[in-house]
């Protein structure tokens, strides 16, 4: 029974361009202060554009209109869950949001005289410390945009490393339960990439490990607890072998939020990470963006880190005489505003309140698997950490898969979790509540996805044509691909 | 923790469900040796008005109140403030990537809106959802020039942003992806066209160039592209001042357009979050990295819209992915569409000359100091709201001084990346500048 | 369902030989796996294919595909219409959605592939039925 959402006249809206008329103004700028000058004049005839063909032209009225109806059809973490696996959609806190735009941050020029940035680089300098801290690890850059930035930094970082040992060697071994990132990420730090399959369990398999790892494995990508949820047990073993063969244990840091405070990668014998601010540490998604990925090493690692590093004790200065780093990653120093956000959210929560969102975060998913495991065929056995991942078994057995269910529980006010990953499990339904979830919207979570277990006994058809109550019904993604139709034209005369 | 939905009460009922006497039971199954066996050092939490001080400390520590005459890649503009009245919405701001495209119309349909917007701009036929920023788009636009072509090597103009190349050098080096890079010509400030043309071969992949460029001059695109096509090669056109868009001839000639939006989105914030660009030629679509939003229907036949062609990308390709990016910059680029929204057809043009303007005053004020001060415009080359100043012998850094003393933080040194150019400093004035502040910057020369 | 007049590998090619010149395509069971067809990447005519290395790659929505070459040669043709019609491979693999035809190298590799029944029963296999 669908309890948690009802019916609501919601507004259509075309596209803003179809609202548009010649002659609409939204903006007004102050009169020019200077003489005018002739384009044509400046900066040669041939270098001029004609207008702007197609661009809209609308009131500051129909922009405020046409994008809060837009927001409308959006579902979000402020509506209620956003059970995705291994992207932590926890609140983003709004107090975040005020000082990331106050004027002495907002305003601040990258190549401001360092005499006036002391504050920016002070805020680098106390996140890259938390940080630290958190992982384990002594040092940390906080140039990547995002995690698969991170992830290339790290990469490019043991690549650096063991060439200045003499050989950076060939093959980056990535489990076949890995994110896509991991692979695609090797492949452009000129890596070859050897899939090793997880053991029964899921986990790492150590006697594949064994068999592999060579002179010419450069590294192993895990990650901590892996795609299943699950903590792999045998990590310290892992590294060790991988060490004493030379090799690297890189950990991509997405699931972060089941260890923090908990267990530090740099305790367990990881040698390089990337952290994912837009995950583990609040920063908002903002509808795919913007992230932040930072990456820790340990002490070997420090100084083929990216350029510049931040020095000094009273007065701070950027540091470029740094020969063996790796160069730059960005323009700049990093998504500043990103990490304003991780670290006034590091700052709400101090050392025991991180500890405790993590508690949560593993009660929320221990609680979800608990409801769930009577009508939900639960994959491996281990204990689940932050994320559960079920499998549509039972349910593909009738014919309705986790695609399916995932589009009927949108019918039943929620997102859905993630679909079909890890790929090592038929058909995953990948559940990550985090731990900013209240008990009544994991108990109507669960409520919904039985009411949906049930529903694919008495009345598959209902599920296999989900979603069915919303404004926009399921969309024709293979039409999208043969003829893509990327953006919008005007009507040919 | 006020960020913890959860009473100790409701704590207990679940941990009884599951079977558990504390919440440290869940970390039972944990090897020990792996366990944090002290509470982490941390400061304790602090309330909401605490961190507001501790920040607005560090904002005071940034010192205020400049009017600032920087430009190299981050520009300041005028920022409409609807534009944080609609990214502020919660249904925006914390919304995931639109893979349920049942419930992610808004931000689907609003990046269909930037695809388009920015194809009118550039004069491409597609363009992606973002890129983290104009610096690794470069290097993603020239690894897609080699995916193309089936070469490896890339020509770069010097006069480009010179922490763009640095970032494309990194990700070239351990692919294999030669790079070489064309001289500026000392006169013009513009990319030396033989020197280009001689070192484009038919292994070239990609030839680079940036407009309006480093030193704030627009390049001859035109010619570029005759090189670059000569050979086979693809033309990559890179901007970093989108205001320019406004008013320069957009790149037709061009392959690939890919550079830096935040002009349009968000104020420097010290150099990030920004907003990259890539657009392309209709025919290299599936070759472009990064989300596509597509046009369909929906089981209804209502148009509606997704993500497309994910076939390209690294969840589905893994390591023969165009790209490894995932997470973009949805949020900026939802800024940039609601800034070009409100200034529309007339008002990107309106405020591209605006800026052409205060820039053109400024350097023609300067260059009557060049009697008195030595003072020069360096380069010949046309030029939109940034130039080089030379300045006649005089310490670029002893002038910077003495300007910060008048609460002005003046142009770029460009001693910083340059060295035939240390005498001389970037200027870029904009919209922003007033004239009896420009008037002052002048003054204090 | 399967046709007799065609060989097939386990990677579900299909090849349709005559005199020296073979056609090829992915079985029906190929396009049932993928689902809807959206893309289909193939070689230009004159390149070279290797026996059971990639000649091309076909695209659902979700999925990626490489496709093997059953035999070595040269491509002679290639099927225009699939670019403009990629759901034909959905509705005639067997068929009108053949996607090359080269030239044979090296004739006795078809020794190596499977006829219709040997191909049937290896799909019965696989899926269990």
Not at chain 2, 19 to 47: C, N, Q, Y
Not at chain 2, 104 to 110: D, K, P, R, V
Not at chain 3, 70 to 90: I, R, Y
């Given at each position: 029974?669908?309890?948690?959402?009802r019916?609501?006249?919601?507004?259509?809206?075309?596209?803003?361009?179809?609202?548009?008329?010649?002659?609409?103004?939204g903006?007004?700028?102050?009169?020019?202060?200077?003489?005018?000058?002739?384009?044509?004049?400046?900066l040669?005839?041939?270098?001029?554009?004609?207008?702007?063909?197609?661009?809209?032209?609308?009131?500051?009225?129909?922009?405020?209109?046409h994008?809060t109806?837009?927001?409308t059809?959006?579902?979000?973490?402020?509506?209620?869950?956003?059970?995705?696996?291994?992207?932590?959609?926890k609140?983003?806190?709004?107090?975040?949001?005020?000082?990331?735009?106050?004027?002495?941050?907002?305003?601040?020029?990258?190549?401001?005289?360092?005499?006036?940035?002391?504050?920016?680089?002070?805020?680098?300098?106390?996140?890259?410390?938390?940080?630290?801290?958190?992982?384990?690890m002594?040092?940390?850059t906080?140039?990547?945009?995002?995690?698969?930035?991170?992830?290339?930094?790290?990469?490019?970082?043991?690549?650096?490393?063991?060439?200045?040992?003499?050989?950076?060697?060939?093959?980056v071994?990535?489990?076949?339960?890995?994110?896509?990132?991991?692979?695609?990420?090797?492949?452009?730090?000129g890596?070859?990439?050897?899939?090793?399959p997880?053991?029964?369990?899921?986990?790492?398999?150590?006697?594949?490990?064994?068999?592999?790892?060579?002179?010419?494995?450069?590294?192993?990508?895990?990650?901590?607890?892996?795609?299943?949820?699950?903590?792999?047990?045998?990590?310290?073993?892992?590294?060790?072998?991988?060490?004493?063969?030379?090799?690297?244990?890189?950990?991509?840091?997405?699931?972060?939020?089941?260890?923090?405070?908990?267990?530090?990668p740099?305790?367990?014998?990881?040698?390089?990470?990337?952290?994912?601010?837009?995950?583990?540490?609040?920063?908002?998604?903002?509808?795919?963006?913007?992230?932040?990925g930072?990456?820790?090493?340990?002490?070997?690692?420090?100084p083929?880190?990216?350029?510049?590093?931040?020095?000094?004790?009273?007065?701070l200065?950027?540091?470029?005489?740094?020969?063996?780093?790796?160069?730059?990653?960005?323009?700049?120093?990093?998504?500043?505003?990103?990490?304003?956000r991780?670290?006034?959210?590091?700052?709400?929560?101090?050392?025991?309140?991180?500890?405790?969102?993590?508690?949560?975060?593993v009660?929320?998913?221990?609680?979800?698997?608990?409801?769930?495991?009577?009508?939900?065929?639960?994959?491996?056995?281990?204990?689940?950490?932050?994320?559960?991942?079920?499998?549509?078994?039972?349910?593909?057995?009738?014919?309705?898969?986790?695609?399916?269910?995932?589009?009927?529980?949108?019918?039943?006010?929620?997102?859905?979790?993630?679909?079909?990953?890890?790929?090592?499990?038929?058909?995953?339904?990948?559940?990550?509540?985090?731990?900013?979830?209240?008990?009544?919207?994991?108990?109507?979570?669960?409520?919904?996805?039985?009411?949906?277990?049930?529903?694919?006994?008495?009345?598959?058809?209902?599920?296999?044509?989900?979603?069915?109550?919303?404004?926009?019904?399921?969309?024709?993604?293979?039409?999208?691909?043969?003829?893509?139709?990327?953006?919008?034209?005007?009507?040919?005369? | 923790?006020?960020?913890?939905?959860?009473?100790?009460?409701?704590?207990?009922?679940?941990?009884?469900?599951?079977?558990?006497?504390?919440?440290?039971?869940?970390?039972?199954?944990?090897?020990?040796?792996?366990?944090?066996?002290?509470?982490?050092?941390?400061?304790?939490?602090?309330?909401?008005?605490?961190?507001?001080?501790?920040?607005?400390?560090?904002?005071?520590?940034?010192?205020?109140?400049?009017?600032?005459?920087?430009?190299?890649?981050?520009?300041?503009?005028?920022?409409?403030?609807?534009?944080?009245?609609?990214?502020?919405?919660?249904?925006?701001?914390?919304?995931?990537?639109?893979?349920?495209?049942?419930?992610?119309?808004?931000t689907?349909?609003?990046?269909?809106?930037?695809?388009?917007?920015?194809?009118?701009?550039?004069?491409?036929?597609?363009c992606?959802?973002?890129?983290?920023?104009?610096?690794?788009?470069?290097?993603?636009?020239?690894?897609?020039?080699?995916?193309?072509?089936?070469r490896?090597?890339?020509?770069?103009?010097?006069?480009?942003?010179?922490?763009?190349?640095?970032?494309?050098?990194?990700?070239?080096?351990y692919?294999?992806?030669?790079?070489?890079?064309?001289?500026?010509?000392?006169?013009?400030?513009?990319?030396?066209?033989?020197?280009?043309?001689?070192?484009?071969?038919?292994?070239?992949?990609?030839v680079?160039?940036?407009?309006p460029?480093?030193?704030?001059?627009?390049?001859?695109?035109?010619?570029?592209?005759?090189?670059?096509?000569?050979r086979?090669?693809?033309?990559?056109?890179?901007?970093?001042?989108?205001?320019?868009?406004?008013?320069?001839?957009?790149?037709?000639?061009?392959d690939?357009?890919?550079?830096?939006?935040?002009?349009?989105?968000?104020?420097?914030?010290?150099?990030?979050?920004?907003?990259?660009?890539?657009?392309?030629?209709?025919?290299?679509?599936?070759?472009?990295?990064?989300?596509?939003?597509?046009?369909?229907?929906?089981?209804?036949?209502?148009?509606?819209?997704?993500?497309?062609?994910?076939?390209?990308?690294?969840h589905?390709?893994?390591?023969?992915?165009?790209?490894?990016?995932?997470?973009?910059?949805?949020?900026?680029?939802?800024?940039?569409?609601?800034?070009m929204?409100?200034?529309?057809?007339?008002?990107?043009?309106?405020?591209?000359?605006?800026?052409?303007?205060k820039?053109?005053?400024?350097?023609?004020?300067?260059?009557?100091?060049?009697?008195?001060?030595?003072?020069?415009?360096?380069f010949?080359?046309?030029?939109?709201?940034?130039?080089?100043?030379?300045?006649?012998?005089r310490?670029?850094?002893?002038?910077?001084?003495?300007?910060?003393?008048?609460?002005i933080?003046?142009?770029?040194?460009?001693?910083?990346?340059?060295?035939?150019?240390?005498?001389?400093?970037?200027?870029?004035?904009t919209?922003?500048?007033?004239?009896?502040?420009?008037?002052?910057?002048?003054?204090?020369? | 369902?399967?046709?007799?007049?065609?060989?097939?590998?386990?990677?579900?090619?299909w090849?349709?030989?005559?005199?020296?010149?073979?056609?090829?395509?992915?079985?029906?069971?190929?396009?049932?796996?993928?689902?809807?067809?959206?893309?289909?990447?193939?070689?230009?005519?004159?390149?070279?294919?290797a026996?059971?290395?990639?000649?091309?790659?076909?695209?659902?929505?979700?999925?990626?595909?490489?496709?093997?070459?059953?035999?070595s040669?040269?491509?002679?043709?290639?099927?225009?219409?699939?670019?403009?019609?990629?759901?034909?491979?959905?509705?005639?693999?067997?068929?009108?959605?053949?996607?090359?035809?080269?030239?044979?190298?090296?004739?006795?590799?078809?020794?190596?592939?499977?006829?219709?029944?040997?191909?049937?029963?290896?799909?019965?296999?696989?899926?269990?039925?």
């Amino acid at each position: 029974m669908i309890r948690k959402v009802r019916s609501h006249i919601n507004q259509d809206e075309p596209l803003l361009v179809e609202r548009s008329s010649p002659g609409k103004k939204g903006y007004q700028l102050p009169p020019l202060d200077v003489p005018a000058v002739d384009p044509r004049a400046a900066l040669g005839p041939d270098n001029v554009r004609d207008e702007i063909a197609g661009f809209p032209e609308v009131s500051e009225v129909e922009v405020i209109r046409h994008y809060t109806r837009l927001s409308t059809w959006n579902y979000a973490i402020d509506l209620g869950v956003y059970p995705l696996g291994s992207c932590t959609m926890k609140y983003n806190p709004r107090v975040n949001e005020f000082v990331a735009r106050l004027d002495g941050l907002a305003l601040a020029h990258p190549y401001q005289p360092e005499a006036v940035a002391q504050g920016a680089m002070r805020i680098q300098v106390e996140l890259e410390r938390a940080l630290a801290e958190i992982t384990g690890m002594p040092a940390v850059t906080l140039q990547p945009a995002a995690g698969a930035h991170g992830e290339l930094t790290g990469i490019l970082l043991i690549r650096a490393l063991l060439e200045s040992r003499g050989n950076p060697r060939r093959k980056v071994l990535i489990p076949d339960s890995a994110h896509g990132t991991n692979p695609a990420t090797a492949a452009i730090a000129g890596y070859q990439v050897e899939s090793i399959p997880s053991n029964a369990e899921g986990m790492i398999d150590l006697g594949e490990l064994d068999r592999r790892v060579d002179d010419s494995v450069a590294a192993l990508m895990v990650t901590n607890p892996n795609t299943l949820g699950v903590f792999e047990r045998d990590i310290t073993l892992a590294a060790r072998l991988l060490h004493e063969r030379g090799a690297m244990l890189y950990m991509d840091g997405a699931n972060m939020n089941a260890l923090v405070g908990i267990a530090r990668p740099g305790d367990f014998g990881v040698d390089v990470m990337h952290l994912n601010l837009h995950k583990t540490f609040s920063t908002p998604h903002g509808g795919g963006g913007p992230g932040g990925g930072p990456v820790a090493v340990t002490r070997e690692f420090e100084p083929f880190l990216p350029l510049p590093r931040i020095a000094g004790d009273g007065l701070l200065r950027y540091d470029y005489d740094r020969p063996q780093s790796i160069g730059r990653v960005r323009a700049f120093y990093g998504n500043f505003g990103v990490l304003v956000r991780a670290l006034a959210y590091i700052l709400a929560h101090g050392g025991d309140g991180l500890r405790n969102a993590t508690l949560d975060a593993v009660l929320n998913a221990n609680y979800v698997r608990r409801g769930l495991e009577g009508c939900y065929e639960v994959p491996y056995a281990a204990p689940s950490l932050h994320e559960c991942v079920l499998s549509d078994k039972r349910q593909a057995a009738l014919g309705v898969r986790t695609g399916d269910i995932a589009k009927r529980l949108i019918d039943y006010g929620f997102h859905p979790y993630t679909v079909s990953f890890p790929l090592i499990v038929h058909g995953a339904l990948m559940i990550e509540p985090t731990e900013t979830e209240d008990k009544r919207e994991l108990d109507l979570f669960i409520d919904a996805l039985r009411s949906i277990a049930e529903e694919v006994r008495d009345n598959p058809e209902t599920v296999r044509t989900a979603p069915h109550n919303t404004r926009v019904r399921r969309v024709d993604e293979v039409a999208a691909a043969r003829k893509p139709v990327v953006r919008w034209k005007p009507a040919a005369s | 923790m006020r960020y913890l939905p959860k009473s100790n009460a409701e704590r207990r009922e679940m941990l009884d469900s599951l079977g558990l006497a504390t919440l440290e039971d869940l970390f039972a199954h944990l090897p020990d040796e792996v366990r944090l066996k002290r509470p982490l050092d941390l400061a304790p939490g602090i309330s909401e008005y605490e961190i507001i001080d501790y920040f607005r400390a560090r904002a005071a520590e940034n010192d205020g109140g400049f009017a600032s005459f920087l430009g190299a890649g981050a520009y300041y503009h005028y920022r409409p403030v609807i534009i944080d009245a609609i990214v502020q919405r919660g249904e925006f701001l914390t919304a995931y990537t639109p893979y349920q495209p049942e419930i992610s119309q808004g931000t689907l349909t609003a990046i269909f809106e930037f695809q388009t917007m920015l194809c009118q701009l550039t004069g491409m036929d597609v363009c992606n959802a973002s890129m983290y920023d104009g610096s690794t788009a470069l290097p993603e636009a020239v690894m897609m020039a080699c995916r193309v072509t089936g070469r490896t090597r890339a020509v770069v103009a010097r006069s480009v942003h010179p922490e763009y190349r640095e970032v494309h050098r990194t990700y070239a080096r351990y692919q294999g992806l030669p790079v070489v890079e064309a001289p500026w010509n000392r006169e013009t400030g513009l990319v030396d066209l033989p020197a280009l043309e001689a070192l484009v071969d038919d292994q070239t992949a990609a030839v680079v160039v940036q407009s309006p460029n480093f030193f704030g001059c627009v390049e001859p695109v035109r010619e570029a592209a005759r090189i670059a096509h000569a050979r086979g090669a693809l033309l990559v056109v890179m901007f970093t001042e989108a205001v320019s868009l406004g008013l320069l001839e957009p790149p037709a000639d061009a392959d690939i357009v890919a550079g830096e939006l935040q002009s349009f989105a968000i104020s420097p914030s010290y150099g990030g979050p920004y907003v990259g660009v890539m657009a392309a030629k209709e025919k290299y679509i599936r070759q472009m990295p990064g989300r596509l939003v597509g046009q369909t229907t929906d089981a209804g036949g209502q148009r509606a819209y997704c993500l497309t062609l994910a076939t390209r990308e690294q969840h589905i390709r893994r390591e023969r992915a165009t790209s490894n990016i995932c997470t973009n910059q949805a949020l900026i680029a939802l800024m940039a569409t609601v800034f070009m929204s409100v200034y529309g057809k007339q008002g990107l043009r309106e405020l591209a000359e605006q800026n052409l303007a205060k820039a053109h005053y400024l350097a023609a004020q300067l260059e009557k100091l060049v009697e008195k001060r030595g003072a020069r415009l360096r380069f010949s080359g046309p030029f939109f709201n940034e130039f080089v100043v030379d300045c006649g012998g005089r310490d670029p850094a002893e002038i910077n001084r003495r300007l910060l003393g008048d609460k002005i933080i003046g142009g770029l040194e460009l001693g910083r990346f340059e060295p035939d150019l240390s005498g001389c400093l970037l200027l870029c004035a904009t919209e922003t500048a007033r004239r009896e502040t420009m008037d002052r910057l002048v003054n204090r020369f | 369902m399967y046709p007799e007049d065609l060989l097939y590998t386990k990677e579900h090619e299909w090849i349709r030989v005559e005199g020296g010149m073979g056609t090829i395509g992915i079985t029906f069971h190929a396009q049932k796996e993928l689902g809807d067809i959206v893309y289909v990447e193939l070689p230009k005519v004159g390149a070279a294919v290797a026996a059971g290395k990639t000649l091309g790659s076909v695209e659902s929505v979700k999925a990626v595909s490489d496709i093997y070459a059953p035999v070595s040669g040269e491509v002679t043709a290639v099927n225009d219409a699939l670019a403009s019609a990629p759901e034909k491979l959905n509705e005639d693999p067997h068929g009108a959605a053949w996607l090359v035809q080269v030239r044979l190298t090296d004739p006795g590799e078809l020794q190596g592939l499977l006829n219709a029944a040997a191909y049937q029963s290896y799909v019965s296999e696989e899926t269990g039925h």
